[in-house]
């Protein structure tokens, strides 16, 4: 009898403790993904700089060639 008792309290300790561990996964799912979503928008903001910064090459690179080549009309 004392088996059955301790083989079941064994049990409810188990199944507390895979309650705990799914509790702790999906919490740490959320972190993650949260934290994902942070990376793609920093990302993304760096990305739109970058895209920002090249243009502004781009035009004052055609600013200064029609500086250096008028046209000649």
Same mark, same amino acid.
């Given at each position: 009898?004392? !088996?059955?008792?301790? /083989?079941? /309290? %064994?049990? #409810?300790?188990?199944?507390?403790? *895979?309650?705990?561990?799914?509790?702790?996964?999906?919490?740490? +799912?959320? @972190?993650?993904?949260? *934290? !994902?979503? +942070?990376? @793609?928008? %920093?990302?993304? *903001?760096? #990305?739109?700089?970058?895209?920002?910064? #090249? +243009?502004?090459? @781009?035009?004052?690179?055609?600013?200064?060639?029609? #500086?250096?080549?008028?046209?000649? %009309?």
């Amino acid at each position: 009898m004392n !088996a059955l008792v301790a /083989i079941f /309290i %064994a049990c #409810i300790y188990i199944m507390f403790l *895979e309650a705990q561990s799914k509790k702790e996964r999906k919490s740490l +799912e959320i @972190k993650v993904e949260r *934290e !994902a979503q +942070e990376i @793609k928008s %920093a990302e993304f *903001e760096r #990305i739109s700089k970058l895209y920002r910064f #090249i +243009e502004c090459g @781009k035009l004052s690179g055609g600013v200064f060639h029609d #500086i250096v080549n008028p046209l000649t %009309a």
